[in-house]
Every structure is written in structure tokens, then in C-alpha cells.
């Protein structure tokens, strides 16, 4: 690939770059911590990497972190898995979310939207005294540091409220969106045995009411370790017998008390995708999460008290967590319950204009599905606060750069954005003092040593390779629940390369400093020795109008041999002929390689995704040869289940 690409998109104004946080932070950590007055963005990083222990020292520093124990060190052993970040240091993660209520007790924290598009504000000073009566009340319970506390809740404020009451107490949060499924949820829920579950009677969606009081009865039944359940009426239905009602227990004028915990303390459970097993249990702890986000949204993301965050997620991602962070930095957080294109398309655009958004977050998914059906989000809406427009999920293809900034603005800042839920942050992304450039992530961000390594461990440069983290970040997982001797979180990162972290995706490192992000590397599609991300491969054949979605997997052969097949979802009136059959051949073999025209063009009724949205590439090609569906795939996990069926016939049809 060419790496060259010298014409930014987007460079930020000498007074935007004066005025970003991250270029206050530079000038105050030189004069304090010894960071590098001059050379930009690349001399910071280059010193938060080989300063590790002073850079983390100066974030705590700059956002005013409360350690009511202080910190022995900053890493106390630097080692991967199993990095000690400032032992003996306690804290509280849901204090620091709340300060802003001292200072700014009537302005909105939270901004919530529905399928009205009505915004309903809630106040600092509100949001502080429900979590304070909440709080109480699962003290009340019994709830105690390191107790389970789940939701099975959508986006509304009610959730943020029940994960900040849990922080308070110390106990541990994990949530799953109520379009899950029962299976979907228990086989999250059931590792962690909570001990009081949040419910609603159902939800919202696409002008539609979902009722799920028969879900939360078999949830009940099926999670013994629960001492109450609260009913969330958001259909406005009664609770059902034995539960406990969200008003009572949010009605106290109570001030909240926060348990000093560990650094180290478990904040949440976050859960991988789990398309192919149980999904992993991934546990972050209270003040790895606090300063790792402080870092990503005050620096990285430039959020402040003046600024309003919107990102399109639902309970059952990362980026809902992420969202509700935004409260860190003193910042307006807007929660979005319903479906993304309801009533049409545009959406989320109206949405960000009817808040005020000034970061809007999305989906690479939905700018393109946006191109695709001709929103025009700048000539319908007044979208003159978003300074920038952010996606994750899934690299963003060049055609969704000059989308946005076409149709959005042309000084519109544009953030595409790669990290983990392994981390529930970002390894590369947004950096408001560097120009943009089509195509790629601005840089890695600020304390993590993001590297590109062959298959031997040798750093890469504007060359394909895997992408690695060779120091330890603060939010990477404490530990996997029911993962006693740490074999399986070992397994998952650090069996390829001892003591480096890596991530399963193709990166390059460009030698601008840039990055761009090719898609998962367990799904690489390796012709002739010349490997190529599935992304590239769906960024060049959804140009094309015909092709709604696709998903492309190499399998290897018996005999040796090499088989691509190429599964193409078509759009409405379309017929894969002979004519469209040649067109996207040579679209991959004029954009791409010769070496990655597929095999076979196969039409498939549907594209099956995790419930997060991504496309499940390896259970596909697991499916494709020769492995039973049960085994493949975690049935619970897909978001359309019947569709896989169509893959395994053609699996046993197949010569």
C-alpha cells in the first residue's frame, strides 16, 4: 500500500491547536515533569512512552485525581500480564464522575434522547443525589466491595445512575442491551453471579415497544446468587412479584458516600464478542479505567465542562462505558435510546443537531450507510457545534473521509478511531493538534507504544504487520473472571509474542506517524505470501451500488490450496449477473491486488454480525470447513442465527 498520501483532509488552525488541552498539557508537563517543550505531538508521545511512570504521574497530576492513600510508585512491576499500576493508592472512581455537581449544579449531565428526539436533561445536582439515594439502598441490601451488580438495561439515564451507585459501594458492574437475548445475557451474567440485577419491562425501537418482562422472568430463574431485582418501568408496566421498584430506591435526598478502594479494584465486566465459546469476562479495575479515560477524553477526545458527547452506542458495548466517562471530564453526556436510522437515515444527525453535540460519535457502518442512501447531514441540520465527528466498530474507509467532510463541513475534525474492549479505550485516534489524512488514524495515543511486528517480533514501518502494545496500559483487563491461573487471558494476548500485547488486528505505522487499520488478523487473507485485511477488501467492493454488505474469508486447503469466496449481500433490485460479477473482480483487482480477486462470488441472503455489529469472519470460515455450527459459533452471541444456516449448506454442498 502507498503511505505517500501527502495532502491532508483536515489540518487543524494555528489558534484551534494553541487552544486544545492537549497543548496546554505538553506546555505544563515540560515545565513540571521535564516533557518536551517543542516538537509537537510525535515529542510528546515519544516521552510518554519512554517516561511511562512519569507521564501516568503527570495525567494524575493534570486532572486533579483524588488519592485519598497515596501511591507507593507509579508501576509497581512493569511486567505483561500483570502490571501493578500505583499500588497502595486508594480512590473512587464514581466521586471523580460526580465532581462536576459541586460547581455546576443545575447545568446538564446528562442529556437523554429518545425516538421523539425530544432531549430531557438531567442535572449534576440530580444525577449526584439519585446515585447518593441508590447507593444507600444497595448498601441497605447488603451489597459490599466486590459484590456483581447487573443491568439488563437499555441507554437511558437509569443505567448511569445504577453503575455509579455500584462504583460508590465498590461493588462491580456489568450490563447487557435488552435486545440480547436470554441465552446472550446468562451467558454473560451467569460467570459473574451477581447480586441484584436492574431491569426494565422492556424498550423502544424502531417505532416499535419490545416487550421483555418474559425475558427477565427466565433471568431471574436462571441467576440463583440474586438478592433483588429492581424493576425499571419504562413501558410504564407494574413491577413484577419480588421486586423492587427504581422510584423508591432513587426518591432519598441522600449525599453519597464513595468506598476508597484499591487502585486495582474491579470497576466493571466487560465480555468479548464470544462468537466462538463463552464470551470472556473481561475485568478492569476502578483507577485504571480513571485515569486511562481522563487521558483519552481530556487530551485525546479535547472534552470539557463546555462540551456535549454523543456517541451512538447501546449497554452492551464498550463505548457506552466510555460514553458515561465523559463525565470525568466535567463534560455533557448524551444518551441515545432507540434504533440509529428511525425515522430515516439521518438520524443520528438530527439528534446531534438537537443536542448540541459537539463530538459525535458512530459507526464506520453508518457514514457509509449514510453515503450510500444520499443524506445530506449539513444542508438538513444545523450541525455548526460538532467539531468533530468520531467512529469506531470498524476502519473507515477513504470514501467515509470525503463523505464527511463533503457533506458534514470541510474543517470538520475527523476521528477514526481503534482500540478494544480488551481495554475499553483507544490504542490509535484522535489527536487534535495533527492534520487528517484519508484513510488513516491521526497517531497512537499517549502512553501506549503502539508497534507494527512481523511474524518474528521485528517493528515494521509503512509494511503490514501485527499490531502490538510493547508497555503496559493502565486499563488493560486485571484479570479474566473464572480464569484462575490466568492461563486463558495469557492465551488471548501474549502467547504470540511473550510479554508484548497482541491484538488480533493487520496495522500499518506509516513513517508520518500515522496509522491505518486493516482488519482482524485472525481473518487475513494471505495470497501468494502478500497479506491484505478483509476491510480493504469490503471498503473497495461496497463502492459500489449494488453491494449492501459483504464479507470475504481465505480457507486453506487439504491439497494445499488456497479457496477465497467472496459472500455478497445485495441491494434491493440488484442481481448478481455476469456484468456485476466482472465489476467487482476488477474493482478488487485495480484497487487492491491482482492476488485477492476472489475465487468465488456467492449472493447470501444476509451478512451475520456479532451483537455489537461486527461481521463474524472466522465462525464463517470455521462453518465453511467443515466444523459443526455448535462448535463454531456461540449461537447466543450472532445476531441473526438463521442466516448461518445458509453458510453451513453451502459448506455441505460444496465439492
Known sequence: ????????????????????????????????????????????????????????????????????????????????????????????????????????????ALLHVDETHDPRPVTWADLRRQVGSLAAELRALGVRPGDRVSGYLPNIPEAVVALLATAAVGGVWTSCAPDFGARSVLDRFQQVEPVVLFTVDGYRYGGKEHDRRGIVAELRRELPTLR????IPLLGTDAPDGALEWSALTAADTAPVFEQVPFDHPLWVLYSSGTTGLPKAIVQSQGGILVEH??????????????????YTSTGWMMWNFLVSGLLTGTTVVLYDGSPGHPDTGAQWRIAERTGATL?????????????????????????????????????????????????????????????????????????????????LQAPCLGTDLQSWDPSGKP??????????????????????????GSRYHDSYFDTYPGVWRHGDWITLTSRGSVVIHGRSDSTLNR???????????????????????????IEQPDGGYWMPLFVHLAPGATLDDDLTDRIRKTIRTQLSPRHVPDEIIEVPGIPHTLTGKRIEVPVKRLLQGTPLEKAVNPGSIDNLDLLAHYQELARTRP
Not at 502507498?2 to 491532508?8: D, E, I, K, L, R
Not at 468533530?388 to 477514526?416: K, Q, Y
Open 228 to 231: 433483588a431485582v429492581v424493576h
Open 360 to 440: 459525535y460519535g458512530t459507526s464506520a457502518a453508518y457514514v457509509m450507510a449514510c453515503r450510500k442512501a444520499g443524506v445530506h447531514p449539513s444542508r438538513d441540520h444545523d450541525l455548526s457545534a460538532v467539531k468533530c465527528v468520531a467512529t469506531t466498530g470498524s476502519p473507515l474507509p477513504p470514501d467515509g473521509f470525503r463523505w464527511l467532510h463533503d457533506e458534514v463541513r470541510h474543517d470538520l475534525w475527523i476521528a477514526s478511531v481503534s482500540g478494544g474492549t480488551d481495554v475499553c479505550s483507544c490504542f490509535a485516534g484522535a489527536v487534535p493538534t495533527l492534520p487528517v489524512h484519508v484513510g488513516e
Open 294 to 311: 481522563l487521558k483519552q477524553l481530556g487530551l485525546h477526545c479535547d472534552l470539557g465542562p463546555e462540551d456535549r458527547f454523543f456517541w
Open 528 to 554: 501468494q505470501g502478500v497479506r491484505m485485511g478483509s476491510a480493504d477488501i469490503y471498503e473497495a467492493v461496497e463502492r459500489l451500488p449494488e453491494i449492501k454488505e459483504s464479507l470475504v474469508v481465505g
Open 460 to 485: 515494521l514501518t509503512d509494511e503490514v504487520g501485527e499490531l502490538v502494545v510493547t508497555n503496559p496500559m493502565p486499563s488493560m483487563p486485571i484479570h479474566f473472571w473464572n480464569d484462575p491461573d
Open 1 to 108: 500500500m502507498s503511505t505517500v498520501n501527502p495532502q491532508p483532509l483536515w489540518q487543524p488552525t494555528a489558534e484551534r491547536i494553541a487552544e486544545a488541552r492537549i497543548t496546554r498539557f505538553q506546555a505544563w508537563a515540560a515545565e513540571h515533569h521535564g516533557a518536551p517543550a517543542d516538537g509537537g505531538y510525535a515529542a510528546l508521545h515519544r516521552w510518554s512512552v519512554e517516561e511511562l511512570e512519569t507521564f501516568w504521574k503527570a495525567v494524575t497530576e493534570w486532572f486533579d485525581v483524588r488519592f485519598t492513600t497515596p501511591y507507593e510508585r507509579v508501576v509497581g512491576d512493569r511486567s505483561m500480564p500483570g502490571a501493578q499500576w500505583f499500588p497502595g493508592a486508594t480512590l473512587n472512581y464514581a466521586e471523580h464522575a460526580l465532581r462536576a455537581a459541586g460547581s455546576r449544579a443545575e447545568e446538564p
